[in-house]
């Protein structure tokens, strides 16, 4: 069980102090946004490789960019541990896993809460890692969309009958209330922003996630 907390939520001016506050982390999530693919704007690449600069820790970046078929490899080849992109903004979402494996990066493909997960049929092999977002993206501190758990379940299935060995990682909305359904269905990579941001002590918190989360498959 992975918690990855997303610095979307932490203070921009201060991020390497704010990085340090969350070393119980397993990985860093970092959003990007274009303002186009979700009206929210973050940073782009050069933040990225600052942040790659300052810190030892994995970076799992999640773009939320449209033409991600000519931008994705780039952030692969700034060093980052993996790239999630949209399927819904690629349109050759297996040469883009493809490509950005080659640099040595993981590819993740990620759907929004209207994408069937029939959708990643085709790709989920390609990958290493496939996101169910759990609200629409653009904003933290939304609310989790109920229906979305299904998809988790359907995802974790979708792995299993193909023989496949690979993350279901869950954004948007996780909290101490909803990770053990969220764990129970199949997700074993959570990304948490504001209820990891907002606690008092942070790695606290990282560490209630996780053994909540792994409890919740232990029965
Ligand atoms: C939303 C982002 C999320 C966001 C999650 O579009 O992809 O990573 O930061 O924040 P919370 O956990 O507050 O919903
Ligand atoms: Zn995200």
Known sequence: MHIHPSILSADFVNLESELESILHADAFHVDVMDNHFVPN?????QMV???QRVTKRDLDVHLMISDVDRHGPGYAELGVASVT??????????????????VGAKAAVAIKPNTPVSEINEIVSAVD???IMT????FGGQKLIESTVAKVTQARSLSWSLGLDIAIQVDGGVTEENIQTLAKAGADTFVAGSSVFKAVDRNRQIDLLRTLAEQAVRG
Request: zero cysteines; aromatic letters at 6%; hydrophobic letters at 45%.
């Open 85 to 102: 992109f949209h399927l819904e903004a690629s349109s050759n979402p297996v040469e883009l896993a493809k490509r950005i494996k080659l």
């Open 129 to 131: 890692m496939v996101l």
């Open 135 to 138: 609200v629409e993206p653009g």
């Open 49 to 51: 490789e600052s942040l």
């Open 41 to 45: 704007l973050t940073f782009g690449p």
